[in-house]
Antibody, heavy 119, light 110 residues
Framework: QVQLVQSETEVHKPGASVTVSCKSSGFSFTSHPIHWVRQAPGQGLEWMGW????????KSSPKFQGRLSLTTDTSANTAYMRLTSLRFEDTAIYYCARFWADGEALDFWGQGSLVTVSS | DIVLTQSPLSLPVTPGEPASISCKSS???????????LNWYLQRPGKSPQLLIYLGSRRASGVPDRFSGSGTGTDFTLRISRVEAEDIGVYYCMQALQTLTFGGGTKVEI
């Protein structure tokens, strides 16, 4: 079955960087773009960017102004989201999700990774 | 970016009764291929979002038929024919016509 398993909770100081991993199984990793979505405490969902492991194409929200890096390791069927120069407002649960082209939807989601930015 | 506006923000429901949520888009979500690129998700407390409806009105695999999506262009509705206790959580609409954006969410509570 399709699964996206993310890395665990992390705590970082302002200015540091964090990398969240998203290991996929049960489907062709290179055939489905992976999107990243975050959710601040008590808030709604915010799209961050996507990457296609098959083509190498990627796109990030301008909101992150070069702080966001999306990569993949096709040998490990894993996607990575790296956010640098962390700020207090980056505290959130970060989700990876598979994009299903036929339905134009994010059909499977990881369990989420809590990133806390605290001094 | 396309802006999605959901209403109401909070929706008290009664088990066995119907419920509906509105999602209005700042521009038409009708693609030139004839499909509407609007999805609905349910996020239960402490869980990841779950796809309910895709392409405006199609139920995702395993979704009970009490859930239905409708609408065209810029106005969309998610309906629950008879609310069950497991339906509580926050519902989001999401558009995929352009860079993905989400509505602000509607909290459904009993």
């Amino acid at each position: 079955q399709v699964q996206l398993v993310q890395s665990e909770t992390e705590v970082h100081k302002p200015g540091a960087s964090v990398t969240v991993s998203c290991k996929s199984s049960g489907f062709s990793f290179t055939s489905h773009p992976i999107h990243w979505v975050r959710q601040a405490p008590g808030q709604g969902l915010e799209w961050m960017g996507w990457i296609n492991a098959g083509s190498g194409n990627r796109k990030s929200s301008p909101k992150f102004q070069g702080r966001l890096s999306l990569t993949t390791d096709t040998s490990a069927n894993t996607a990575y989201m790296r956010l640098t120069s962390l700020r207090f407002e980056d505290t959130a649960i970060y989700y990876c999700a598979r994009f299903w082209a036929d339905g134009e939807a994010l059909d499977f989601w990881g369990q989420g990774s809590l990133v806390t930015v605290s001094s | 970016d396309i802006v999605l506006t959901q209403s109401p923000l909070s929706l008290p429901v009664t088990p066995g009764e119907p419920a509906s949520i509105s999602c209005k888009s700042s521009q038409s979500l009708l693609h030139s291929n004839g499909f509407t690129y609007l999805n609905w998700y349910l996020q239960r407390p402490g869980k990841s979002p779950q796809l309910l409806i895709y392409l405006g009105s199609r139920r995702a695999s395993g979704v009970p038929d009490r859930f239905s999506g409708s609408g065209t262009g810029t106005d969309f509705t998610l309906r629950i024919s008879r609310v069950e206790a497991e339906d509580i959580g926050v519902y989001y609409c999401m558009q995929a016509l352009q860079t993905l954006t989400f509505g602000g969410g509607t909290k459904v509570e009993i």
